[in-house]
């Protein structure tokens, strides 16, 4: 046999196992897809062939080709994409109904949160401003004792003032 012939037949081979391979492949990721165990994708995936094809780690073309027959080249994987599809749509498990509580709770506890955060910063703006306040209230008090201590002193001056003029008012008489 030829080096050219024994290519070809090696490649013949390995394209006549290809579709098992591929079909194994698929077959795989849908059972982990069913089961929420995803590899590739995560678990929070969409049910979509672009996921499926993720997933199994094939071409999107591999799952959407077509013969020229028209029909699907992997029609029971198509087949049963669909009835997983399907049921997923049709069963909203309480499970779904759970989580969809769970995410509500968490948006409700996130709006909390930020209410409190919020709450925390006018908090801390008024106590700031009552501090203020309380310092300045302070400064007033002293001034005022300034005010009171330079009036007695004023008063004081004025007092003995006035009693050097009746002095001196009497020596002049």
């Given at each position: 046999?030829?080096?050219s012939a024994?290519?070809?037949?090696?490649?013949?081979?390995?394209?006549a196992?290809?579709?098992?391979?591929?079909r194994?492949?698929?077959?795989?990721?849908?059972d982990?897809?069913?089961?929420?165990?995803?590899v590739v994708?995560?678990?929070?995936f969409?049910?979509?062939?672009?996921t499926?094809?993720?997933?199994?780690?094939?071409?999107i073309?591999?799952v959407?080709?077509?013969?020229?027959?028209?029909?699907?080249a992997?029609?029971?994987?198509?087949?049963?994409?669909e009835?997983?599809?399907?049921?997923?749509?049709?069963v909203?498990?309480?499970?779904d109904?759970?989580?969809?509580?769970?995410?509500?709770?968490?948006?409700e506890?996130?709006?909390?949160?930020?209410?409190n955060?919020?709450?925390?910063?006018?908090?801390?703006?008024?106590?700031?401003?009552?501090?203020?306040?309380k310092?300045?209230?302070?400064?007033?008090?002293?001034?005022?004792?300034?005010n009171?201590?330079?009036?007695d002193?004023?008063s004081?001056?004025?007092?003995?003032?006035?009693?050097l003029?009746?002095?001196?008012?009497?020596?002049?008489?």
């Open positions: 046999m030829k080096p024994k290519k070809l037949a090696g490649l013949r081979r390995y394209h196992e290809r579709p098992v391979k591929t194994l492949k698929l077959l795989e990721a849908l982990r897809m069913e089961s929420g165990h995803t994708v995560g678990p929070e969409e049910w979509s062939k672009t499926l094809a993720r997933e199994a780690g094939v071409n073309n591999t959407v080709r077509k013969l020229a027959s028209g029909e699907w992997f029609p029971e994987i198509n087949d049963r994409f009835q997983l599809k399907n049921k997923r749509r049709q909203p498990s309480a499970c109904a759970n989580e969809e509580k769970i995410a509500e709770l968490r948006n506890v996130e709006g909390l949160r930020e209410q955060r919020l709450l925390a910063l006018e908090i801390n703006r008024r106590g700031q401003q009552i501090l203020e306040e310092e300045r209230a302070e400064r007033m008090a002293v001034y005022e004792q300034q009171a201590s330079l009036r002193e004023i004081r001056i004025q007092a003995s003032e006035a009693s003029v009746k002095k001196e008012a009497r020596h002049d008489h």
